[in-house]
């Protein structure tokens, strides 16, 4: 079996939370259009892209619009995020995951990104995390949302590693299947109660070494 060779990251919940910025602006969305969106109802929206986002919430709301008025408000919620991601630091690098992020690099692991997120370089910008990726995957270069493997796929390509020596980081169900459609190895980062098909799950990249890397790879 291949040796571990690169570890490709999700973005939200796995290098840095942005999840609450997301629910905010979706909040202040559904609240404009007249109706709650709650906490329950956003976990639906983990690693889904922005306009199939936008049709859960607005199912949520029983409301049912055109295109165009979809796309305006799509982009008025992004408008929003991007403004509260704007202000992000290096203090909201989640735990562990610089350290990681320096170890994969000290051991010669290739990075890749692999985000639905349009905005992602802003947040590795603005977090200082830019340098530690050798190829950055984002939603503007993907034409299908996890769990469709494509994102994975397209970053493995770049680094020139086969799926079977790769490792994905994931915090949602859908990228945890994503990742195993793509053929490859994944942690899940969070709760084992929906994170179960992963290989392996840990709180945080706290908990992960390159060490049990190759212990994944020997299994």
């Known amino acids: 079996m291949n040796p571990i060779q690169a570890c490709l990251f999700d973005l939200d919940g796995v290098l840095v939370d942005t999840a609450k910025y997301h629910y905010l602006a979706w909040k202040r969305l559904a609240e404009e259009l007249g109706f709650e969106f709650t ?6 929206l983990k690693g889904v892209s922005r306009m199939a986002s936008l049709d859960i919430l607005l199912s949520v709301g029983g409301l049912q619009l ?6 305006e408000l799509a982009e008025r919620k992004n408008n929003w995020y991007v403004e509260y991601i704007s202000r992000m ?10 350290e990681f992020l320096q170890q994969c690099r000290e051991n010669g692991l290739k990075t890749a990104l692999g985000s639905a997120s349009k905005n992602a370089p802003i947040i590795l910008q603005n977090t200082g995390l830019t340098p530690y990726f050798d190829a950055i995957i984002d939603g503007t270069r993907t034409s299908s949302a996890k769990p469709d493997p494509e994102v994975f796929l397209l970053g493995a390509s770049e680094l020139g590693v086969p799926s079977e020596a790769c490792v994905v980081f994931e915090d949602a169900e859908a990228g945890i299947e994503a990742a195993r459609r793509a053929g490859m190895r994944c942690i899940g980062i969070g709760s084992p109660d929906t994170l179960g098909e992963a290989n392996r799950v840990v709180a945080s990249l706290g908990d992960v070494s390159v060490a049990l890397l190759q212990q994944l790879a020997a299994e």
């Open 39 to 44: 906490e329950q109802d956003n976990e639906k």
């Open 66 to 71: 055109e295109d165009n008025v979809k796309q």
């Open 89 to 98: 630091d290096a203090s909201e690098i989640l735990p562990g995951a610089l």
